[in-house]
């Protein structure tokens, strides 16, 4: 049988648990909430109620089993953790407390050959990403309860059982998968076959039977269509230019309150960066290596950062004008670099032609359905009568429902097609907007091009927005906390705790779309990875080796190739160090070895993951990505002392008789029984690739090359 909505119910025993949240006030209280990973850290959506003694706040809140954060905010201003909870860095500076939510029936502890599966961790749905067509085989995966059942195998009809390899766990859950070859020409039949001790069951979209008959998941070959992702990502380098803070070019165009580059920063300061400098700067970036651009907003805007949007149609006039930024796009794309604009859709700036007729108008607008507002005339700032995006005033939230709000919207991409070469959206404040938006959204950036990438910004697991209707991929900030957990100074430091989380997070996904994510160690929102390491660049440095070997497109955040650090926001958002860059800077020099290592490798950019070595002891993590027969292997000592690692290729089905050292140059082989060793020292990494990259040269010419044509315009 086909299983058919409602698919969650019909397919898994999991169901929501009630949890009390209870705080008690050491102060005089009058407002108390809960905020956390449940409700979108939304301070205001669930506040709590005061009991007798009018100390004690509780609210019951039905959660997902699975990890939660929180925080308690009080008096509606004042965030603060759980006193009676455990608490833990989010690794972006954060303290948040946490809660792991168990099923019932966990309470029995989890021991292979006792025959007994537990029910509520088994769920498998009949779509992306448990569900998925990539490469010429569907993928299909299945979940269940680690170290609960001996084997798991993929049953499908009229074929022998296929063994299924874990590909993940984290807290809860254990992710088994296969590949299965399929033509897609007939119908697929399948279920799981569990085999535990003296028991062999089946599971279906009945759920858990002795027997497979009539509990069937039926893959349609004539309606199946694959989730495909632009073909070009996982082969790129992004480099993330924040517009304002990168290069100014043209002090003309610069505000009048403008700030020194290295000027102290405030929440409003200027610095004058714009389009004139990044086109002077073209010829490093193609030296560098990166192919492709992540610009923060660029659009009209009354603030430095351009995340109030003021008009869609037309650039910041302080960085230049549509005619000058359509030059910089197919300047860059004869450097061979794409680029994506960053679209804040989710609200705009109070300025914004629509608004302001609403604020003229009142009720008589024809815009008023374009927003939320709470009556009329329209109050601006602190006592504002309409809804903003965390209830900043200067940022009314978009109506998203509203035909003309989508109309417009879904034509912003048609428009800037028109006007430049975009290759894509980074999509602001993504999960604030509905489902049915972002549905249009896709079909309107894809009518303009199929292999326009789509990212959505959400912090945790994006999974619900990545099954094929809506996004691409998404920033991958479960990476970065991964990352930032192992090297960074408020980390745990364990190799065991990054490879749980970073194969945790990629078994989230259909294959393809890990491939295609945004892969960062830090970004405009988050402190610089030197400040996340304490200002240790050993560490730093293994955070980008970690970067450049993981599945996802690396993304450099501007000046961290440099060196460059800078606390929370405003400071991560420092003027770019140019006198820093020279072939003497070291960070400079690894990064153009990470990027070119990147973009010979196709295994670096393709492999699955493969985890080698996770030793706490020691401190050593090896991983390697296999793709094809060959394998390119990151290695890591995060250790203080002196470590020697030993990796067998050959056990990956690999048959490679030699390995470039990407970092110290020069080949590696194996030995004769087909085992590598590599000795690193305190604090070092090392990715082995199968082919030699080429560095570009070094010297002035990194900076000031002279390959690509200059616009006209760019005289100054």
Not at 97 to 106: E, Q
Not at 241 to 268: C, E, H, M, Q
Not at 564 to 577: I, L, N
């Amino acid at each position: 049988m086909t299983c058919s909505v409602p698919l969650f119910f019909a397919c898994s025993s999991l169901a929501s648990i009630p949890h009390t949240f209870t705080y008690v006030a050491s102060a005089a209280t009058t407002k108390v909430a809960v905020a956390g990973t449940f409700n979108g850290w939304n301070k205001d959506a669930m506040p709590m109620k005061p009991t007798g003694d009018g100390k004690t706040w509780t609210l019951v809140v039905d959660l997902d089993p699975g990890k939660v954060e929180y925080k308690f905010v009080l008096n509606g201003e004042t965030w603060i953790t759980d006193p009676a909870a455990k608490s833990e860095s989010d690794g972006n500076g954060n303290t948040n407390s946490v809660l792991l939510v168990v099923p019932p029936d966990y309470n029995r502890p989890a021991a292979k050959g006792d025959g007994v599966i537990t029910l509520s961790a088994l769920r498998h749905e009949p779509s992306e990403p448990d569900l998925n067509y990539d490469r010429g085989a569907l993928q299909i995966s299945l979940r269940v309860r680690p170290n609960d059942v001996e084997h798991v195998r993929l049953h499908v009809q009229g074929a022998s059982n296929s063994e299924m390899s874990e590909v993940g766990e984290d807290e809860l859950y254990a992710r088994f998968r296969v590949n299965e070859p399929w033509d897609r020409a007939k119908n697929f039949d399948y279920d799981f076959q569990l085999v535990d001790g003296d028991r062999t069951a089946y599971f279906g979209p009945n759920g858990l039977t002795d027997s497979p008959e009539g509990n069937l998941y039926t893959l349609n070959a004539a309606t199946y269509k694959p989730f495909l992702v632009p073909s070009w990502v996982e082969h790129s380098v992004i480099y993330q230019i924040f517009p304002d803070r990168f290069a100014n070019g043209d002090p003309t165009n610069d505000p009048k309150n403008v700030t020194p580059w290295d000027g102290p920063l405030t929440y409003s300061t200027w610095l004058g960066g714009d389009f004139a400098g990044v086109e002077q700067h073209v010829d490093y970036l193609h030296r560098l290596g990166v192919s492709c651009i992540y610009f923060n907003p660029v659009f009209r805007s009354p603030v430095y950062h351009r995340y109030e949007t003021s008009d869609f149609h037309l650039v910041a006039r302080e960085l230049g004008t549509n005619a000058q930024f359509d030059d910089l796009t197919k300047h860059l794309k004869a450097a061979g670099i794409r680029t994506v604009l960053d679209g804040v859709f989710n609200h705009t700036a109070t300025d914004f032609a629509p608004f302001a007729d609403v604020v003229k108008n009142g009720a008589a607008s024809q815009y008023t359905a374009w927003y939320t507002f709470k009556g009329f005339p329209v109050k601006l700032g602190r006592e504002h009568n309409y809804v903003a995006w965390d209830d900043y005033p200067s940022m009314p939230k978009l109506n998203h429902a509203n035909p003309a709000v989508q109309e417009y919207i879904w034509g912003v991409p048609k428009f800037w097609d028109s006007q430049a070469d975009i290759a894509g959206w980074r999509l602001d404040a993504a999960n604030e907007v509905p489902d049915a938006f972002w549905q249009g959204f896709r079909k309107a950036v894809k009518a303009v091009n199929p292999e326009d990438w789509i990212i959505g910004e959400v912090w945790g697991d994006a999974s619900h927005w990545l099954k094929g209707d809506m996004w691409d991929a998404v920033m991958n900030y479960p990476f970065l906390f991964a990352t930032t957990g192992f090297v960074g100074t408020e980390g745990d430091g364990k190799p065991s705790t990054f490879m749980r989380k970073a194969m945790g997070n990629y078994a989230t996904y259909a294959p393809q779309v890990s491939r295609n994510m945004m892969n960062l160690i830090d970004s405009h929102d988050t402190p610089r990875i030197l400040n996340v390491c304490g200002g240790n660049r050993k560490l730093a440095d293994l955070a980008a080796i970690l970067e450049f070997a993981w599945v996802g497109a690396p993304t450099v955040y501007y000046g961290d190739e440099l060196g460059m650090a800078g606390g929370k926001d405003p400071d991560d958002r420092r003027g770019m160090t140019w006198n820093t860059a020279t072939p003497a800077n070291p960070t400079l020099n690894l990064y153009r070895k990470l990027i070119a290592a990147r973009n010979v490798s196709v295994e670096l950019q393709s492999g699955d993951p493969v985890p080698l070595i996770a030793d706490d002891a020691n401190g050593t993590l090896a991983f390697a990505r296999v793709l094809n027969g060959k394998a390119a292997i990151c290695l890591v000592n995060r250790s203080s002392s002196t470590q020697s690692l030993t990796v067998n290729p050959a056990g990956m089905g690999t048959h490679q008789s030699r390995f470039y050292n990407v970092i110290t140059g020069g080949v590696v082989k194996p030995a004769g029984d087909g085992t590598l060793s590599i000795t690193l020292g305190a604090l070092s990494g090392t990715i082995l690739v199968p082919e030699a990259p080429t560095v570009s040269p070094t010297g002035s010419d990194l900076l000031l090359g002279s390959s690509f044509r200059r616009p006209q315009w760019l005289t100054f």
